[in-house]
């Protein structure tokens, strides 16, 4: 069946950088758009970055220029490169894949930014 599995999270200072990683199986991601969320304790899952299945992305602004994503269509994983890592960037960042009729959800890495 179709799962998402994140790797890659971890501590880092802030500043500093992290790559995660999601690799698809059960489906061809590349067929598919996808995305990275994130949540932080006591608040609401937020999109971070998407890539449709055209290549086009799309990130919040708080994140604009200092987060990239990108998608290896043979390895099918979707990557998400961070920088300039902030405090307010620690929270658990899923993985989202979305069809014409459902989405799916990896079960999270966690990110943690110290100051």
């Known amino acids: 069946q179709v799962q998402l599995v994140e790797s890659g999270g971890g501590l880092v200072q802030a500043g500093g950088s992290l790559r995660l990683s999601c690799r698809a199986s059960g489906i061809i991601s590349s067929l598919n758009d996808m995305g990275w969320y994130r949540q932080a304790p006591g608040q609401q899952r937020e999109m971070v970055a998407r890539?449709?299945?055209?290549?086009?992305?799309n990130y919040d602004s708080s994140v604009k220029g200092r987060f990239t994503i990108s998608r290896d269509n043979a390895g099918n994983t979707v990557y998400l490169q961070m920088s300039s890592l902030k405090p307010e960037d620690t929270g658990v960042y899923y993985c989202n894949l979305k069809t014409m009729r459902t989405e799916y959800w990896g079960q999270g890495t966690q990110v943690t930014v110290s100051s």
């Open positions: 890539i449709t299945r055209g290549g086009s992305t």
